[in-house]
């Protein structure tokens, strides 16, 4: 393997902050995954010059809670929003001009650890991939994810996950803040007290949340796995422990069973009839349906995918009739009052930097409206997360994630495709309007 070289740059930003880039000058030729390294390229501030505030200024502020500031003047101290105002007339720091100013957008379902291999082909843990070229393939994943506007990201079932989220959370590379449930469980864990000892274990081990296969996958049918006594013990023992428990179910049994267990979010859910999903508004659930973006993406990396696993001939013609049941079962959800319905994309290899693809499928096939949409991916996202205190709005004494796009995403959701600054606990890590 042949070595990286690199330089560093250091200078004053218009923020009065000290920057470093990192400025790779040679390359592995044999990875394409090198790409990854990417994540090391973005401007990583170090111990601020000064204690001074930053100012943001824009057109318009959405707030993450279904309000729009006009003329809006933002200010951060450390990580922090001190200030929001309306109809601001000051300078700023940034000034970006006519550009929307909203909270960063939070994923509440990916896989940022999967990737496509040295060969073209969807990475497994037997194609002679170095846990080097893994973890540089999911660092490049993560900073692509935080470049598109998604400063938080729940990534559900990869014991990599934990390493990633800790870089991340160290500092020593640049991508969302991370949410993870490490491992998954599933219906041959165990017996109750199994899969109870199982979500105690996965809370010592750093878990951030329990995920759990209750159905088989939508390539398989999704029939119901997991039996009632085994859904009533992982959802009540991560209630127990203090976590939330996040079920992978397609049937309406499988919905309808993880619902009666006091689960805390079902994800996917294509087959949900009317009834479930009225029960499940009754019960306070979260719903986490897909619109399509996981799906098409499998279908147009098809030849990254197949013959691996169940991604086979019957797989892959069960997610091109997926799509419009998947379509039709978001707008049934979105029928259902009272039932709140997050916004997880269920990110894979391929997908990683389009997650907002599904959002404006939301929008633009599903029927729903832009406001409610964004509202989805921040603040009510920021609630199911258990973060709403923290993150999902922009308003005094929450983080400083602020993301800008060209636009009014209220009149064009397409806007939100074009990200052109990214604030991240108070730290400016994209800024394309200098």
């Known amino acids: 393997m042949e070595f990286i070289r690199a330089t560093y740059a250091t200078w004053s930003g218009p923020d009065k902050r000290r920057y470093t880039s990192f400025i790779m000058v040679r390359s592995l030729p044999k990875l394409p995954v090198v790409p990854a390294v990417l994540a090391l390229l973005a401007l990583v501030p170090r111990a601020p010059a000064d204690d001074g505030p930053i100012t943001l200024r824009a057109a318009r502020l959405l707030d993450g809670r279904g309000g729009v500031i ?20 000051a300078g700023a720091t940034y000034d970006l001009g006519a550009a929307t100013l909203l909270p960063g957008l939070i994923d509440a379902h990916a896989h940022v650890v999967w990737y496509f291999n040295s060969k073209g082909r969807f990475h497994t843990g037997n194609d002679g991939d170095t846990k080097t070229e893994g973890m540089l393939a999911a660092a490049g994943n993560a900073y692509a994810t935080l470049m598109s506007g998604i400063t938080t990201l729940q990534s559900l079932g990869s014991p990599e996950d934990k390493e990633l989220r800790d870089a991340i959370q160290r500092g020593v590379i640049v991508g969302p803040r991370m949410l993870t449930s490490l491992q998954s469980l599933n219906e041959r864990s165990g017996g109750p007290e199994e899969l109870r000892a199982l979500v105690r274990a996965r809370k010592a081990e750093g878990a951030d949340v329990i995920k759990v296969f209750a159905s088989k996958s939508i390539r398989e049918g999704g029939a119901v796995t997991m039996t009632d006594a085994q859904l009533d013990a992982v959802c009540s023992e ?59 993406n499998y279908l147009d990396n098809r030849a990254k995918y197949q013959g691996i696993g169940n991604y086979n001939d019957e797989g892959f013609a069960s997610m091109e009739r997926a799509i419009p049941l998947a379509l039709d079962g978001f707008k049934r959800a979105l029928a259902t009052p009272g039932l709140k319905i997050v916004w997880g994309t269920d990110a894979v290899a391929g997908a990683h930097g389009r997650n907002v693809e599904d959002l404006i499928c939301r929008v633009n096939e599903g029927g729903q409206k832009p406001m409610a949409a964004i509202v989805s991916a921040t603040s009510l996202n920021a609630e199911a997360l258990g973060l709403k205190d923290r993150i999902g709005s922009l308003a005094p004494g929450l983080e400083a994630d602020i993301i800008a796009v060209d636009g009014d995403p209220t009149k064009d959701i397409t806007a939100l495709r074009a990200v052109t600054f990214v604030m991240k606990g108070g730290r400016v890590l994209k800024n394309e309007k200098r």
């Open 70 to 89: 006009p003329n809006a003047r933002v200010t951060v101290v450390g990580s922090l929003i001190t200030k929001v105002e309306a109809n601001a007339t």
């Open 238 to 296: 991560a209630k127990a422990q203090g976590l939330r428990a996040l079920i992978h179910a397609h049937s309406a049994e499988a919905v309808l069973a993880a619902t009666k267990a006091g689960c805390t979010q079902i994800e996917h859910g294509v087959f949900a009839t009317d009834g479930v999903l009225r029960f499940m508004a009754e019960r306070g659930m979260y719903h986490d349906p897909q619109c399509g973006l996981v799906f098409r």
